[in-house]
């Protein structure tokens, strides 16, 4: 369970969300050895959280579930989110004051749902409003993006489609939809995943056609699935324990070992995270909903 009053009286509270990759296709790789990826993703209500406020020196404090993986001391993307930012807003003469930076760890680390990604997003979101501070759109996609593929998406944090390496990003118009995420806690290692791939050049995500969601969702695939199976079994076990319980959909998110099932209703998924936690107290289950799209491209259709 997350401490309800870890941030009791920060200044800024944003929220993490985690990042579901509703579908992910393998389309290339570059000669830099970055691979190219076609993916719907989605993010929760469920997640981690930033608290900010002023201090009289640079602080990072850690609770949550999870936190115990991490260190407060060792170099991680938070920290470099601050201290890219405030490299950034240096030449610009803004000011960028020392920050206590507090992170509430409700995600499993290392699961396939863009956890770190997610707070070094959060972090850059807080400080801009804790700062009061200005930086061009391009300027600030290209500080996210530096600090790793994952992040410029999770610094949407709505539902969209990326391609390239991560940083081609148009919304998409998914609805909220009922989900349970579920997680073995096995660490799968995505350089391991990624090297296990039959194929690194496979076809992009086939979204026109369907007649709503539900139908192009059920068409689509995750690359990634087949050679984590095979390095974690406990996928499998996973996704199969997910499925009995009358899951619409169930697939793994990213690089495993996370996977996800969506339901038509909160009721339904709530049932199913309950009893699965009861019948499997070692993993991780969780009921949220997925966010829904907000402006422009929101409401159109649009892929």
């Avoid at 959280?49 to 001391?73: H, M, N, Q, Y």
């Avoid at 056609?209 to 984590?228: I, Q, S, T, V």
Wanted: proline letters at 7%.
């Amino acid at each position: 369970m997350a401490d309800a009053d870890a941030l009791s009286g920060f200044a800024v509270v944003e929220p993490a969300p985690a990042k579901i990759n509703l579908a992910l296709a393998v389309t290339g790789r570059r000669e830099d050895g970055y691979h190219l990826l076609d993916s719907l993703v989605t993010f929760t209500a469920f997640g981690d959280r930033i608290g900010l406020a002023p201090a009289a020196e640079d602080r990072f404090t850690l609770t949550g579930r999870f936190c115990g993986a991490l260190s407060a001391e060792a170099d991680n993307l938070v920290t470099r989110a601050r201290d890219r930012l405030r490299a950034a807003l240096g030449p610009t003469g803004q000011a960028a004051p020392p920050v206590h930076i507090h992170l509430e760890k409700n995600l499993p680390i290392a699961s396939g749902i863009g956890g770190g990604s997610a707070d070094a997003a959060a972090t850059l979101r807080g400080l801009i409003s804790l700062w009061k501070a200005e930086l061009p759109a391009d300027g600030l996609d290209a500080l996210a993006l530096g600090l790793g593929a994952d992040v410029p998406m999770c610094l949407a944090s709505r539902p969209l489609r990326a391609r390239g390496v991560g940083e081609a990003i148009t919304p998409a118009a998914l609805p909220a939809l009922p989900i349970v995420l579920a997680n073995p806690l096995v660490g799968v290692s995505t350089p391991a995943v990624f090297q296990a791939l039959a194929s690194r050049h496979n076809p992009p995500l086939a979204l026109a056609g369907a007649a709503g969601w539900a139908e192009a969702l059920a068409r689509l695939r995750n690359d990634l699935e087949p050679p984590a199976r095979r390095l974690c079994p406990e996928i499998a076990a996973i996704s199969e324990s997910l499925a009995a319980t009358g899951a619409g959909l169930v697939r793994m998110s990213g690089s495993g070992a996370t996977c996800f099932a969506l339901y038509d209703t909160d009721a339904a998924a709530e049932t199913a995270a309950a009893a699965l936690s009861r019948r499997h107290p070692h993993w991780f289950f969780t009921a949220t909903r997925t966010l829904e799209a907000q402006g422009k491209g929101a409401d159109d259709g649009a892929y």
